[in-house]
Every structure is written in structure tokens, then in C-alpha cells.
């Protein structure tokens, strides 16, 4: 298994090279050359079989020889040990034919768990082979970014950066970032928004003589083995539906487009999905985009869903690549126009791909905070404002297929917007019930990538 670069003219790399590398040279995302399938008896076995089971049939195929299968096993068992539901990822009924699957039973109470985890193992595993150090720099609108430390704290052969945009982020998810105790994480809260952020990763990605002097890696969606982790829920939520015998739907509250991007490659590898609905908060580019066939950057607007408060969407790009049948000039120019004009045109052939594959809505934050009340009413589940978009958008697209909206982050991470929405405050979990105690420790940073690239230079050599 090869990984080829979206805009073509990167190197070909191994997974674990694609993995450790992050961005690829050109500045585009790695893409496996070919997608893998799985027949309609593979999918069937998994009927029964544990998250782990079904992770490793899923994950197998991408992975090459990176791992062998006894390592592999065993690198999965440990990302999920740490996880406080038997089931990982458990599917709630919300109504006759909806159901909510919870992705916030990990360490720091959001989807972004599933794949970290797994990541931090996987990166572990082949620094401990090569004997390299690394350096991580992470952009954040305030969930991978704990969910990266918690994966990488305390371990000597990296630093982990987390850039997040300050004042942007909720209260809990900050203290997440800026509690641990640990020397080998620095967490940086940057003026700006998200899109600020994450163009600053892609710079420094961009610097060649910084990237390699730092040996620099990313933990970001950039990162295929992020993309990939995330597949697996798709399969093991739908096959407890009953597939492959019957399709499933999928509504997936969307920002940086990297949960729904797995579910289409669930899709691709042989998972009978009817919909995949793009659901966005009021930064909605993405449902535009698909509404009018023209990608037109805005600028961001603070919301209460505030880790979808994304305009420029990473994985989008992937997407791209597929609907022009990969073709990476074509993707290039695109997101050169996006860069240097905020907006691309999308060709007639393409965005008929898209829109055959993606359904898209969006939901106001009056609608969000309606949402939360009425389905703490109705079905008893307390929402978090992201989840909560999920689930007004997915009532726009309920038909006779299961329709399965994915419950990205944990109430309690947003308790704001859950007070003023049902008049309860939801409590955080045991093991991190005195984050409002733990001493803070951040760096306020400017939008300048000099001044970025510095101080992580010297911090690194500290
Ligand atoms: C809680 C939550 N929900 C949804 C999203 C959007 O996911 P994605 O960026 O993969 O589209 C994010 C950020 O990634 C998030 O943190
Ligand atoms: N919402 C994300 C934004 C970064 O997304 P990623 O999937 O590319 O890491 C966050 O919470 O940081």
C-alpha cells in the first residue's frame, strides 16, 4: 500500500512514513493509492466481534507493513484501554429511526480520542525503532489539541505545540490544554481564530529547512493514520444496525471535514451507506459550497459549537481529489485560488460527485439551543452543542433508513451553552472533576510564523 499526495507531485510514501510525515511536500494530504474494499461477508463477520476486533479487519489493510499483525493487535488493545465504556463507541435511540452514536467515552471526552489515542501508540512504536525525536506542532479549535496532549505528555522523544485561537475555545477545553504538568507540552494560545491557526501549521509545514530542522510531525486531520482511526466507527455503529443486510445513514457534525471524509472511505471500503449529511454550524462554507458549486471563504463567526468554527476545511481537499478522479494539478490550482482569492469554482463534473455522495444543512444557534432542550425532553440525552447540530440537521434527512448522527463531543466540555439551553449543568467525570483548581500554564503567542518558528526552536533545545 502506497499514499499519494492530493496534489500529485509529492513523493509516494509507506503508511508509516505518510504517518510520521504529516503534510506532504507539495502541501497537499496523503491519500492511499488505492482504496481497499471489504466483502459483504467481511462486514457480516464482524456482527458480534468487539471494537478491537473490528478495528483491526478494518484498519489492516491500510497499514502495509508497518506493523505485524500481533503488533498491530496490540498497539489497537492499548489506544482503546484507557477508553471508560465497554462498547467504546455505543449507539442510544433517540427515536424510531434515529440513533445517536457516542464518540466522548475517551480520555478527554471527544471523538478526537479514537484516533489519538491510537496515533500516539502507532507514533511510540516507530520512534521507539528509528531512535528519532520529534517535534509536534498541533492546530486546534480546542479538541484535538487535548486530545494530542493527552496522547504525547510526559514522553521524552517529543515536544507537542498546540496552537489554539485565543478566547475561542470553551473553558474546559483551555484548562485541558494548559493543566498538564508535563515539560514536553506547550500550549499556545494564538490571536486569531482556527483558520489562522491551522494556515500556521501548513507554513511551517511549507518551511522546509524549519520542518526538517525541527523534525517536524503532524497530529492533525493531516494526518491519514487521524483519517483512518475514525473509519471504524462507521463500520462497528452500522453493523450493529444490521449491515451489510440493510444501508445505514450518517449525519456527521462537520468542520474540518476529517470524520466525515472516514465515513466516505467506510463508504468506498463496501459499508452499505445511503447519506452522508454534512452538518455545519453557522459557519457553513461547506453546506455552500455544496448549495451553489462555489467554495467562498467568509470570515469566522464565534458560535457555541465554537470546535466547528472552521471556514478553510482541511480534508475538503481530499474530497476534491476524488471528485476530479484524481487528478492533483486540478486539486493544486484549487487550493492555490482558495489561498490567494477565498474562493474556487468547482467544475460541473465534480460537484455532481460531491453532491451525489454528500447531502449537507445547516443549523442556527437559536436551532442548536432548541435542539438540546427538546432531546433532553424527548429522549432523555443531555447534547453538546456540536452534537446538537448533528441532530437538527439529521431531522431534516430521517427517512426508512437508520439514520446514525454521530455525538462528536461530551456535554460537560461545553457546559455554557448546556445550562442555558436546559437549566442543567453537566457535570465533568471523575478523573477530571478538579480541572478548575489545576494551575494554567500557556503561552500567548501572535499570528507571526517567525515568531512561532522561534520560539519552538528554543524551546525544543531547552
Ligand atoms: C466536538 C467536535 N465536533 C465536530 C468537529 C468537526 O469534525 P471535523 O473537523 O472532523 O469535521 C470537531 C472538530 O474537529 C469537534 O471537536
Ligand atoms: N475541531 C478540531 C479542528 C482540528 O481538526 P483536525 O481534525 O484536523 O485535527 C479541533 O477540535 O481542534
Known amino acids: 500500500m502506497k499514499y499519494v499526495s492530493t496534489r500529485g507531485t509529492a513523493p509516494e510514501l509507506t503508511f508509516e512514513d505518510a504517518m510520521m510525515t504529516g503534510l506532504a511536500r507539495d502541501g497537499g494530504l496523503y491519500v492511499p493509492d488505492v482504496i481497499p474494499t471489504l466483502s459483504h461477508d467481511d462486514i457480516a463477520e464482524m456482527a458480534g466481534q468487539s471494537y478491537e476486533e473490528i478495528a483491526f479487519t478494518v484498519m489492516r489493510p491500510f497499514i502495509g507493513d508497518t506493523f505485524t499483525d500481533d503488533e498491530f493487535r496490540d498497539l489497537i488493545e492499548a489506544a482503546y484501554a484507557g477508553f471508560n465504556h465497554a462498547a467504546r463507541a455505543p449507539l442510544?435511540?433517540?427515536?424510531?429511526?434515529?440513533?445517536?452514536?457516542?464518540?466522548?467515552?475517551?480520555?478527554?471526552?471527544?471523538?478526537?480520542?479514537?484516533?489519538?489515542?491510537?496515533?500516539?501508540?502507532?507514533?511510540?512504536?516507530?520512534?521507539?525503532?528509528?531512535?528519532?525525536?520529534?517535534?509536534?506542532?498541533?492546530?486546534?479549535?480546542?479538541?484535538?489539541?487535548?486530545?494530542?496532549?493527552?496522547?504525547?505528555?510526559?514522553?521524552?522523544?517529543?515536544?507537542?505545540?498546540?496552537?489554539?485561537?485565543?478566547?475561542?475555545?470553551?473553558?474546559?477545553?483551555?484548562?485541558?490544554?494548559?493543566?498538564?504538568?508535563?515539560?514536553?507540552?506547550?500550549?499556545?494560545?494564538?490571536?486569531?481564530?482556527?483558520?489562522?491557526?491551522?494556515?500556521?501549521?501548513?507554513d511551517m509545514f511549507n518551511d522546509f529547512e524549519f520542518r526538517d530542522g525541527v523534525n517536524l510531525a503532524g497530529v492533525n486531520s493531516i494526518n491519514w493514520g487521524r483519517v483512518l482511526a475514525q473509519v471504524v466507527y462507521y463500520f462497528s455503529s452500522a453493523v450493529s444496525l444490521g449491515?451489510?443486510?440493510?444501508?445505514?445513514?450518517?449525519?456527521?457534525?462537520?468542520?474540518?471535514?476529517?470524520?466525515?471524509?472516514?465515513?466516505?472511505?467506510?463508504?468506498?471500503?463496501g459499508l452499505p451507506i445511503d447519506q452522508l449529511v454534512i452538518a455545519t454550524n453557522q459557519n457553513d462554507i461547506l453546506h455552500r459550497t455544496l448549495e451553489t458549486g462555489a467554495q467562498v471563504k467568509e470570515g469566522v463567526t464565534p458560535s457555541i459549537s465554537p470546535s466547528m468554527d472552521i471556514q478553510v476545511s482541511s480534508n475538503f481537499e481530499r474530497a476534491l481529489f476524488e471528485a476530479y478522479e484524481r487528478d492533483g494539478a486540478v486539486v493544486a490550482e484549487q487550493m492555490d485560488e482558495l489561498k490567494d482569492k477565498g474562493e474556487f469554482t468547482i467544475s460541473q463534473g465534480a460537484?455532481?460527485?460531491?453532491?451525489?455522495?454528500?447531502?449537507?444543512?445547516?443549523?442556527?444557534?437559536?436551532?442548536?439551543?432548541?435542539?438540546?432542550?427538546?432531546?433532553?425532553?424527548?429522549?432523555?440525552?443531555?447534547?453538546?452543542?456540536?452534537?446538537?447540530?448533528?441532530?437538527?440537521?439529521?431531522?431534516?434527512?430521517?427517512?426508512?433508513?437508520?439514520?446514525?448522527?454521530?455525538?462528536?463531543?461530551?456535554?460537560?466540555?461545553?457546559?455554557?451553552?448546556?445550562?442555558?439551553?436546559?437549566?442543567?449543568?453537566?457535570?465533568?467525570?471523575?478523573?477530571?472533576?478538579?480541572?478548575?483548581?489545576?494551575?494554567?500554564?500557556?503561552?500567548?503567542?501572535?499570528?507571526?510564523?517567525?515568531?512561532?518558528?522561534?520560539?519552538?526552536?528554543?524551546?525544543?533545545?531547552?
Open 243 to 269: 449491515a451489510p443486510h440493510r444501508k445505514v445513514s450518517f449525519t456527521v457534525p462537520t468542520g474540518n471535514f476529517g470524520d466525515i471524509f472516514a465515513g466516505y472511505i467506510a463508504k468506498r471500503m
Open 92 to 202: 442510544k435511540q433517540l427515536d424510531s429511526n434515529h440513533f445517536l452514536l457516542e464518540l466522548f467515552h475517551g480520555p478527554t471526552l471527544a471523538f478526537k480520542d479514537f484516533a489519538m489515542q491510537l496515533i500516539g501508540q502507532m507514533f511510540q512504536a516507530s520512534l521507539t525503532r528509528s531512535g528519532k525525536r520529534i517535534t509536534i506542532v498541533g492546530a486546534t479549535s480546542g479538541d484535538t489539541g487535548s486530545a494530542a496532549i493527552e496522547a504525547f505528555r510526559g514522553l521524552d522523544n517529543v515536544d507537542v505545540f498546540i496552537l489554539f485561537p485565543h478566547g475561542r475555545v470553551s473553558e474546559v477545553q483551555r484548562r485541558q490544554m494548559t493543566t498538564p504538568v508535563e515539560s514536553n507540552v506547550h500550549a499556545l494560545a494564538m490571536d486569531g481564530d482556527f483558520d489562522d491557526c491551522q494556515a500556521a501549521l501548513k
Open 351 to 462: 460537484i455532481d460527485m460531491l453532491r451525489d455522495t454528500f447531502a449537507s444543512g445547516r443549523a442556527s444557534e437559536d436551532e442548536t439551543y432548541a435542539t438540546i432542550k427538546t432531546e433532553l425532553m424527548l429522549s432523555g440525552e443531555l447534547l453538546c452543542p456540536h452534537s446538537a447540530v448533528g441532530v437538527t440537521v439529521a431531522g431534516d434527512h430521517l427517512g426508512e433508513t437508520p439514520m446514525i448522527t454521530l455525538a462528536t463531543a461530551h456535554p460537560a466540555k461545553f457546559p455554557a451553552a448546556v445550562e442555558k439551553a436546559t437549566g442543567q449543568h453537566p457535570d465533568l467525570p471523575p478523573h477530571m472533576a478538579d480541572l478548575f483548581e489545576r494551575d494554567e500554564r500557556v503561552t500567548r503567542v501572535p499570528s507571526d510564523l517567525d515568531a512561532l518558528q522561534t520560539l519552538i526552536k528554543e524551546r525544543i533545545q531547552n
